[in-house]
């Protein structure tokens, strides 16, 4: 597609379950971060990945948090044991490469409600 | 990781310039100075990004300061579709950026 695209647009789960979101960057673009937007707030920075490898997850809240990008395109955010406070939208976003004079282009967010 | 500093909010009438300030006094010789904006329900769009002198699109005009420690984002004539959430931010090499709350702009008919 033209642009990048997550799935699901929204996600309601139950405290304590396991969620797996999902992001199909565009085509070609070798780097993918994910970010988390809590209401009124900017996006925070979760991962970034360069082409498989994790560059810098040093944004992952804990470790109930894990992204996986086992072929370089579409990525996995995967949360478990999800608690209330994860509730946010979580963004993902891919550029034509990791260097700053690349923009990224971001897809429209999933929005995960944990209740 | 270097910071930006902008108004929380601004208004503007409809078909007027409006002028976007963000402080980036941290800023260091490579960083990029990138700007996005958000609508209600939608990620953030790329707008414009500059490194030292200013850049001109279709969306927008960037103004850099000389010691590069600001900028301006320009919206030549303000639309109502230009009503939302504007973020400036440093891009770096690294790879991560640091978004701040960005500042909300209203535009009144």
């Known amino acids: 597609g033209a642009g990048v695209s997550q799935t699901p647009s929204n996600k309601v789960t139950e405290k304590g379950k396991y969620v797996e979101l999902r992001c199909d960057p565009i085509?070609?673009?070798?780097?993918l971060y994910w970010y988390r937007q809590s209401l009124g707030q900017g996006p925070e920075f979760l991962i970034y990945?360069?082409?498989?490898?994790?560059?810098?997850d040093s944004g992952l809240p804990n470790d109930r948090f894990f992204a996986v990008r086992p072929e370089g395109s579409v990525s996995t955010l995967k949360i478990q044991r999800t608690e209330r406070g994860d509730s946010a939208v979580y963004l993902c976003?891919?550029?034509?490469?990791?260097?700053?004079?690349?923009?990224?282009?971001f897809g429209s967010g999933t929005r995960l409600t944990v209740v | 990781d270097a910071k930006t500093t902008q108004p929380n909010s601004m208004e503007s009438n409809e078909e007027e310039p409006v002028h976007l300030p963000c402080n980036h006094s941290t800023i260091s010789g490579t960083d990029y100075i990138h700007w996005y904006r958000q609508l209600p329900s939608q990620g953030p769009e790329y707008v414009i990004h500059g490194l030292t002198s200013n850049v001109n699109n279709r969306m927008a005009s960037l103004a850099i300061a000389e010691d590069r420690k600001s900028s301006t984002l320009i919206l030549h004539r303000a639309t109502l579709r230009d009503a939302a959430v504007y973020y400036c931010i440093l891009r770096t090499n690294a790879g991560k950026s640091t978004f701040g709350d960005g500042t909300t702009l209203t535009v009144k008919p």
């Open positions: 976003a891919s550029s034509l490469g990791g260097f700053a004079n690349y923009g990224y282009t």
């Open positions: 085509s070609g673009h070798t780097a």
């Open positions: 990945f360069q082409g498989t490898g994790a560059a810098d």
